[in-house]
C-alpha cells in the first residue's frame, strides 16, 4: 500500500536527518587543537553552516509534508516516528543558537 511505502520512506528519512544533524553538531562541539583546527572550525561556521542548515530545513519540511499526507489518509503511524520528525524540526534552530 502507498501509505506503508510513506511510511517507510518517513522514518528513512528522519533517520537520515537525525544523522546529518548529529554530524554538525559533533563537528561543532569539537574542541580545536591547534589554530589549523581553530581555523577550519571558523571557515566551517562562516562558510557552510549556513548553507547546511537551510539545505536541512528544506529536506525537514518534505518530510513533514510527508507525515501530513499520511495524516490525511488517516494513517495509524507510531507516535516515535512524529516524535523523530518533531524532533529534527527544532534541531536547526538549536544549532545556530
Avoid at 23 to 52: A, V
Avoid at 58 to 85: A, C, H, P, R
Wanted: hydrophobic share 35%; aromatic share 12%; charged share 35%.
Amino acid at each position: 500500500m502507498i501509505s506503508d511505502v510513506l511510511m517507510e520512506k518517513i522514518q528513512y528519512d528522519s533517520e537520515r536527518l537525525k544523522r546529518n544533524i548529529d554530524e554538525i553538531m559533533n563537528k561543532l562541539r569539537e574542541s580545536p587543537n591547534d589554530i589549523e583546527e581553530m581555523d577550519q572550525l571558523q571557515f566551517f561556521i562562516k562558510n557552510s553552516l549556513e548553507e547546511q542548515i537551510y539545505n536541512l530545513k528544506i529536506k525537514i519540511k518534505n518530510t513533514m509534508y510527508k507525515l501530513y499526507l499520511l495524516e490525511e489518509m488517516q494513517y495509524k503511524y507510531d507516535f516515535g516516528v512524529f516524535s523523530k520528525v518533531w524532533d529534527c524540526y527544532g534541531e536547526p534552530k538549536q544549532i545556530m543558537e
